[in-house]
């Protein structure tokens, strides 16, 4: 049995009798990781057939997570996952890539030919911005809404395979069990051997558990002060 009290399709009915048609739930994973990329899910649900199980991802287990994840994909009648990389995060800032991000999980979706008129966000943020005509912020939408919570499944798995491919080739730092998130074996890990190349370099992190001059954190482009010219 899934932990916890099972979301619903309230928010999603109230959007729909305030005459929106297509309402697409929207989660985020990712943004408090030290490596790795920033991931949006978005869900299109139908109106009738559900899925037994969906929760937010955060209170399922990685095992859960994985079953639930191809059914949940077939259950939506429109899906997509939208990332920013590292690079992006470090060069952006994580405001903008998480508005990158989010574009691009609804491009996917309208890729599949269906028009979203109004999302629901977890949280106070209007990440969204203009990509969705109504955008519904909700405090724990990822726990009570069901289009979001399935979001957050599809959006964490995406995100969770991709770090432990990166696992295979970046070994030392142990992301298929952390997935880029602090702990105790990542902190050591970047003591012993520095960044990997999917580490987010601009992070204050870099100051803390990289020890190397050699290896600084790095002051992105939008953040350097211009040298001031000399007056004569």
Not at 169 to 174: A, E, K, L, Q
Request: hydrophobic share 45%; net charge neutral; aromatic share 8%.
């Amino acid at each position: 049995m899934a932990p916890g009290r099972a979301p619903t399709r309230r928010i999603e009915k109230e959007l729909w009798a305030d005459g929106h048609q297509v309402v697409v739930g929207i989660d985020e994973v990712g943004r408090g990781a030290w490596a790795g990329p920033l991931t949006v899910g978005a869900a299109v649900l139908p109106t009738d057939k559900r899925v037994l199980g969906v929760r937010d991802s955060k209170v399922l287990t990685e095992a859960a997570r994985e079953q639930l994840f191809e059914r949940v994909a077939g259950w939506c009648l429109a899906w997509g996952v939208g990332s920013a990389s590292q690079v992006e995060c470090d060069e952006l800032g994580m405001a903008d890539a998480q508005r990158l991000a989010a574009r691009r999980a609804i491009e996917a979706v309208r890729a599949q030919g269906v028009q979203p008129d109004a999302a629901v966000v977890d949280g106070k943020w209007n990440f969204v911005g203009d990509t969705v005509a109504h955008v519904e912020m909700r405090v724990k939408a990822d726990r009570d809404c069901l289009s979001v919570a399935a979001a957050s499944i599809l959006a964490k798995v995406t995100r969770d395979r991709e770090m432990r491919d990166h696992a295979v080739h970046y070994p030392h730092w142990s992301f298929d069990t952390n997935k880029g998130y602090p702990c105790p074996v990542h902190k050591t890990a970047l003591q012993g051997y520095g960044p990997s190349a999917i580490h987010r370099r601009t992070w204050v992190f870099m100051d803390h558990y990289v020890p190397w001059s050699g290896v600084p954190r790095v002051v992105p482009a939008r953040l350097a002060v211009p040298e001031q010219t000399a007056l004569f």
